[in-house]
């Protein structure tokens, strides 16, 4: 193996709120914060281990047609429907991104309007 995936950089208005809900959407916990106010996200096993850690970094105004980030989540402990349900109980909101509605998978967009989709299939937890 050449590389691995270790970090995702995500820009962000509000690091401190948007690390918060994406560390208990995905069961992560707070690595580390940075002066500039970045903020660090990961699995128990922190930076380095099998998943990817996620860093917020503040910035202002986003720039114009520019994507910031795009996950893909696979349920690990309920199906696909429990988990939307549970996603869409945290605050996520249902996002159209161009999809035919023939889709296995659900986008929806996280509380500063990143879209992520919730796949079909189910994994293995780490």
Same mark, same amino acid.
Not at 27 to 39: F, K, M, N, Q
Not at 109 to 126: I, T
């Given at each position: 193996?050449?590389?691995?995936?270790?970090?995702?950089?995500?820009?962000?208005?509000?690091?401190? &709120?948007?690390?918060?809900?994406?560390?208990?959407?995905?069961?992560?916990?707070?690595?580390?914060?940075?002066?500039?106010?970045?903020? #660090?996200?990961?699995?128990?096993?922190?930076?380095?281990?099998? &998943?990817?850690?996620?860093?917020?970094?503040?910035?202002? #105004?986003?720039?114009?047609?520019?994507?910031?980030?795009?996950?893909?989540?696979?349920?690990?402990?309920?199906?696909?429907?429990?988990?939307?349900?549970?996603?869409?109980?945290?605050?996520?909101?249902? &996002?159209?991104?161009?999809?035919?509605?023939? #889709?296995?998978?659900?986008?929806?967009?996280?509380? #500063?309007?990143?879209?992520?989709?919730?796949?079909?299939?189910?994994?293995?937890?780490?």
């Amino acid at each position: 193996m050449a590389c691995r995936l270790s970090e995702i950089v995500v820009d962000s208005r509000d690091p401190e &709120a948007l690390a918060a809900w994406w560390a208990e959407v995905l069961g992560y916990r707070v690595l580390g914060r940075e002066e500039d106010g970045a903020v #660090e996200i990961g699995p128990e096993a922190g930076f380095g281990g099998a &998943a990817p850690t996620l860093v917020f970094t503040p910035v202002g #105004e986003y720039p114009e047609g520019r994507s910031r980030l795009h996950l893909d989540l696979n349920a690990t402990d309920r199906d696909q429907d429990a988990e939307l349900q549970r996603l869409l109980d945290l605050g996520a909101t249902p &996002a159209d991104v161009g999809q035919t509605g023939d #889709e296995s998978w659900h986008v929806l967009a996280d509380p #500063e309007g990143n879209p992520f989709c919730l796949l079909r299939r189910r994994l293995d937890p780490l």
